[in-house]
Nanobody, 113 residues
Framework: EVHLVESGGGLVQPGGSLRLSCAAS????????MNWVRQAPGKGPEWVSD???????TYNKGSVNRFTISRDIAKNTLYLQMNNLKPEDTAVYYC???????WGQGTQVTVSS
């Protein structure tokens, strides 16, 4: 059974940083592409970034140069380092498998002064 458990969210001031983690189990983590998707209040899901099985990464326009996706295959863990956070980054952040088949429960990120 696939399990994805996000952590690391919280309240941060504009310009601050957070590192999200996603502990994965129940599937061959190293062989799967993984995504981070976020959903802001009152809005639909928004894809943020992905990393493929070879370590290649892509980002949406608003995240490039601020966010960094990475993975530790030995620990079955996906990360999202978020720097220079802005109020518009406020959302629930989800760890999602390739094909968007499995989602974690999400972790809340709030950027506010």
């Amino acid at each position: 059974e696939v399990h994805l458990v996000e952590s690391g969210g919280g309240l941060v001031q504009p310009g601050g940083s957070l590192r999200l983690s996603c502990a994965a189990s129940g599937f061959p983590f190293g062989s799967y592409s993984m995504n981070w998707v976020r959903q802001a209040p009152g809005k639909g899901p928004e894809w943020v970034s992905d990393i493929d099985s070879r370590g290649g990464t892509t980002y949406n326009k608003g995240s490039v140069n601020r966010f960094t996706i990475s993975r530790d295959i030995a620990k079955n863990t996906l990360y999202l380092q978020m720097n220079n956070l802005k109020p518009e980054d406020t959302a629930v952040y989800y760890c999602v498998t390739q094909g968007f088949n499995y989602w974690g429960q999400g972790t809340q990120v709030t950027v506010s002064s």
